[in-house]
């Protein structure tokens, strides 16, 4: 919600802490940063979640211990009269799962009022598959598509997840210093012919046209395409896109912690900007690029003013 907030969209929160310590700075925090609160739950005892995060500085690595809030938000602490008043205006729900019970009431609504839906898909969670099937497009971690599909391939994988989930318009994973894959469905116009290709090779040849030399975050998208995948009978047609990452050099690079949450931001903005998806998924590395150079998850977060954003904006 932060970088959503920075990149200069106004963003509103649904969620739940208690009256205490870290829940006033949570509250604080977000709405210094221009987050909508008012729809926040406050439970005048437990509480608040809350995680602790360990960075090594040599091998930039992190452990994240989390420490769930009491009580937990369930549906009843939303009035429909919050809930319509939450969505009013809104033009993208987000949610990363983690309340299923209760995100499934909001997608629910935000689906009948033809509001789009954003999924951030970590890994298998109870409910999650309720919530994917109102979605109209999902940022997955590198691990989820395979686990939840079985495929034997990330490629494969999502062309399942495309054919599972017929309401998606795309569905990206995210790769880490790797860069990203994203999978556009398209129309398909029967009077036309367009090519068959296997998700796999089709992959392996956008990947063959990075540019090394290329310090920036680029992106390399395939041509519409009947994309098929081994042991799945239907094919999808759509667009293959590969996302790099940015370089960034060992001496600035410093925490990686809200990389992946930076990047869905991005996204977040880059759906409401109407940008296309060529420009949003280098948009989207270079925002999860500049939050490494700070420690912490927000630290590092662009703003709109930043000069190097309108490249990839305009």
């Known amino acids: 919600m932060t970088c959503a907030a920075r990149l200069g969209l106004k963003p509103r929160i649904i969620s739940k802490v208690s009256n205490d310590g870290p829940g006033k700075t949570m509250l604080e925090e977000l709405e210094a940063e221009g987050v909508d609160t008012s729809f926040f739950v406050v439970s005048k005892e437990g509480t608040s979640p809350f995680s602790y995060i360990i960075v090594?500085?040599?091998?930039?690595?992190?452990?994240?211990?989390?420490?769930?809030?009491?009580?937990?938000?369930?549906?009843?602490?939303?009035?429909?009269?919050?809930?319509?008043?939450?969505?009013?205006?809104?033009?993208?729900?987000?949610?990363?799962?983690?309340?299923?019970?209760?995100?499934?009431?909001?997608?629910?609504?935000?689906?009948?009022?033809n509001i789009s839906?954003?999924?951030?898909?970590?890994?298998p969670r109870e409910g999650l598959n309720d919530l994917l099937s109102l979605a109209d497009y999902v940022v997955c971690s590198e691990k989820f598509p395979q686990a939840w599909t079985e495929a034997s391939s990330i490629p494969r994988a999502l062309v399942s997840i495309i054919l599972r989930l017929p309401r998606l318009k795309f569905a990206i994973v995210t790769l880490g210093k790797d860069g990203c894959i994203m999978l556009e469905k398209c129309v398909d116009d029967e009077g036309s012919h367009i090519e068959e290709m296997d998700v796999d090779s089709c992959f392996v040849?956008?990947?063959?046209?990075?540019?090394?030399?290329?310090?920036?975050?680029?992106?390399?998208?395939?041509?519409?395409?009947?994309?098929?995948?081994?042991?799945?009978?239907?094919?999808?047609?759509?667009?293959?896109?590969?996302?790099?990452?940015?370089?960034?050099?060992?001496?600035?690079?410093?925490?990686t912690t809200g990389a992946g949450d930076a990047f869905v931001g991005a996204v977040l903005y880059s759906i409401c900007a109407n940008l296309s998806l060529e420009k949003m998924l280098p948009f989207a590395s270079y925002v999860a690029a500049a939050n490494c150079r700070a420690l912490g998850a927000r630290r590092g977060l662009p703003y709109r003013t930043n000069p190097r954003l309108a490249s990839f904006t305009e």
């Open 205 to 255: 040849s956008l990947t063959t046209r990075k540019e090394d030399s290329t310090a920036m975050p680029t992106c390399i998208p395939s041509p519409v395409t009947k994309l098929r995948a081994e042991g799945i009978e239907e094919s999808v047609c759509g667009r293959l896109y590969y996302g790099t990452s940015e370089k960034i050099p060992p001496s600035e690079l410093v925490d």
């Open 56 to 113: 090594d500085n040599q091998s930039k690595t992190r452990t994240c211990i989390f420490t769930p809030g009491y009580p937990e938000m369930v549906p009843q602490d939303l009035s429909r009269a919050n809930l319509l008043s939450a969505l009013d205006g809104a033009r993208v729900v987000y949610f990363d799962a983690r309340m299923p019970d209760n995100a499934l009431v909001i997608a629910q609504e935000a689906f009948h009022q």
């Open 117 to 123: 839906i954003l999924i951030d898909a970590e890994r």
